[in-house]
């Protein structure tokens, strides 16, 4: 992978990151606790009980890792796709790979993604749903917060449940990944095909809405197996109640009904728009600035 591809990919995920974190954390919150009637509900009582602040927590750990994740995500698509259609990035304009191409290299993007991730989004998920105040220095010692940090956060799930702790749900993370990312860049190149007159580079307005769109329906596809993925995540913490997967969707299903799958579907359509426009729009501005 050229350091072009890196530095692309860290920049384009560190914007759509910030941006997007703040709903990230509603999100995980709707998706793993009980307790919020619904998204209004979690803004206004994460405001109240821990400030803005609440809302960034458990970013600063993707933000560091965003570099590695976000390259690896467009460097094994770039790769895949070189490997399958023989054509640079810079040619794919001029001589455009097959959908089935972009199919295939978009699902091993999503798989080598999930891998890398793992660890990060367990993580990031475990110190998002901790609730407790910034000014926790002051609260006695029951409740302060379990984790202080993300270092923390990684050498206690190490400590606790061992090496393969820090992979709980990745086996969702990957059956998420893996079908959504090639809906991903599916959904973005045949946008930007249609969108654009033949032999054309697509214009900064038409890869905000091919990028946007492209998150959205990815997301909407993703969000059953995300909710599964951050249950489990999240068992370890307090016992275990689920066996695995199917054991996960089931005993969801049966305690919540079907539409417990859909938690937080709106709102990560909403949330994918903005933040997959300005990752897509300054990634094809930095490979076109550095290539």
């Known amino acids: 992978m050229s350091s072009v591809e890196f530095a692309a990919g860290w920049l384009s995920g560190a914007a759509g990151l910030v941006l997007g974190h703040p ?6 919150r709707l998706q793993t606790q009980a307790g919020y009637r619904g998204i209004l509900d979690c803004v206004v009582r994460t405001y109240r009980d821990e400030t803005v ?4 927590k458990g970013m600063s750990f993707p933000l560091l890792s965003v570099a590695m994740v976000n390259s690896v995500m467009f460097g094994a698509y770039s790769n895949a796709l070189l490997y399958l259609s023989n054509t640079h990035h810079r040619d794919r304009r001029s001589n455009p790979p097959s959908y089935t191409h972009i199919f295939v290299a978009g699902c091993f993007s999503g798989l080598v993604q999930a891998v890398v991730l793992a660890p990060v989004d367990l993580v990031k998920v475990r110190l998002q749903n901790q609730t407790h105040p910034y000014s926790h220095g002051a609260l006695p010692a029951e409740a302060q917060p379990l984790y202080r940090g993300p270092v923390h956060c990684a050498a206690k799930i190490l400590q606790k449940e061992g090496v393969l702790g820090l992979f709980r749900g990745s086996l969702a993370l990957v059956l998420r990944d893996t079908p959504t990312m090639a809906m991903y860049f599916m959904t973005y190149v045949g946008l930007c095909r249609g969108m654009t007159a033949e032999g054309q580079e697509p214009g900064p307005v038409t890869v905000l809405v091919a990028g946007g769109f492209a998150g959205s329906v990815s997301w909407a596809l993703a969000t059953p197996m995300d909710v599964v993925k951050a249950r489990l995540q999240m068992d370890g913490m307090k016992g275990k109640e689920y066996r695995g ?7 969801s299903a049966r305690q919540e009904g079907p539409q417990v799958f ?16 300005v990752t897509f729009l300054s990634y094809e501005c930095i490979l076109k600035i550095a290539c």
């Open 53 to 56: 602040l609440g809302f960034f």
């Open 23 to 28: 709903v990230d954390t509603v999100k995980v």
């Open 262 to 277: 859909l938690k937080s579907l709106a709102l990560n359509s909403f949330r994918a728009f903005p933040v997959n426009a």
């Open 245 to 251: 997967i199917l054991h996960c969707i089931l005993t």
